[in-house]
């Protein structure tokens, strides 16, 4: 294949390409990258499929798309089965009016899933992401599951979800991250669709949770333990402590006084680090670097987020790091 479309939908050519940019193939929209050789003229190729997909997956998704159509019909609305945009040349799982429904069950990568929100915002179609069993909630968020996340006041960061073998809809709502600890979360099922939307669409007040000493403590050990361990990230993050002059094991009782959003990497725990030394006035770590790629958040959830922390880093104030500090100011 000698052209492909690039981000502004302009087709070009493989002799032309770039090759740190990604391009889509124009029959099936998939990512497709250049090659060149030193014989052979520039083409492009598809992504590789080294990962396989599981045949029961392929048929679970096959199976949710005939039932999630059926519910949405049931509940008064007009929907069909694979019907094509034509100003994206998109064909989502299942369209309905001005919505697109999407049932995923295998693995998406950041790039695919950028382009086919590209094309939806193009054809002014929104988008819902039912997700299937490959990406159900375990301790901590995934880097493919992040991407999939939403934020809406009446349910904050949430994740939506449809279940084959009960044939029911879910939604992970309320969802709360910190250090060392298991995904906050709450849950709604139902095996109605206009229960679903209801549910999506009713205001409701989600007070921000709590941590007690006794869960402090017990991340304060966990972080001990894990700066013994040999991770990468851990490591350069204790490196980055080292050289603002505070050792990582002095800031466990700090990090994980809030529950914060569920947008950042490792946990969030590079993210409050960051937000720890710049308080202490120890270095200027990047914040936003924190967050999971992919994942768009609002300055006011992301500023929510630091002011809990910091208000409850100013209550510390016989903390022996803080009160060290001050000494030597």
């Known amino acids: 294949m000698y052209w492909a479309y690039n981000d502004h939908r302009q087709l070009v050519a493989a002799v ?11 029959q099936c929209g998939a990512v497709v990258h250049v090659r060149r050789g030193r014989v052979n003229r520039a083409y492009f190729a598809h992504e ?29 609305y007009s929907a069909g089965l694979e019907r094509s945009l034509p100003t994206s040349r998109q064909r989502p799982d299942i369209l309905a009016g001005r919505w697109a429904l999407e049932y995923q069950c295998a693995p998406l990568s950041a790039a695919t899933y950028r382009h086919r929100m590209h094309g939806y915002r193009r054809a002014g179609v929104a988008v819902l992401w039912l997700l299937g069993s490959r ?20 349910l904050g960061w949430h994740l939506t ?20 600890l298991p995904l906050r979360v709450r849950w709604f099922w139902t095996t109605r669709w206009e229960e679903f939307v209801a549910f999506l669409r009713t205001p409701r007040t ?7 000493a006794a869960v402090i403590s017990h991340q304060q050990r966990q972080l001990n333990w894990r700066c013994q361990q040999p991770v990468w990230w851990l490591r350069h993050l204790q490196e980055q402590c080292y050289r603002a002059g505070v050792p990582l094991t002095m800031l466990g009782d700090l990090v994980g006084r809030t529950y914060a959003a569920p947008v ?16 202490l006035g120890r270095a200027r770590l990047p914040v936003q670097s ?3 790629p992919g994942i768009v958040v609002d300055q006011r959830v992301s500023s929510a987020d630091y002011q809990r922390l910091v208000l409850a880093l100013s209550r510390c104030t016989n903390h022996p790091l803080i009160s060290r500090i001050k000494t030597k100011k």
Do not use: M
């Open 16 to 26: 032309q390409a770039h090759p740190d940019q990604t391009y889509w193939c124009p």
């Open 48 to 76: 590789s499929t080294a990962i396989n997909v599981d045949p029961k997956e392929t048929a679970q998704h096959a199976t949710g798309k005939r039932q999630l159509v059926t519910l949405v019909r049931q509940a008064g």
């Open 290 to 292: 924190r967050i999971w």
């Open 135 to 154: 990406y159900a909630l375990k301790r901590t968020l995934s880097r493919q599951t992040a991407q999939f996340l939403r934020w809406r006041p009446q």
């Open 206 to 212: 989600l007070p921000v949770p709590t941590i007690s």
């Open 264 to 279: 950042y990497q490792h946990g969030g725990l590079e993210w409050r680090v960051a937000v720890v030394l710049r308080w």
């Open 161 to 180: 979800y449809y279940d084959v073998s009960q044939q029911r809809l879910g939604v992970a709502y309320d969802l709360w991250q910190a250090p060392f």
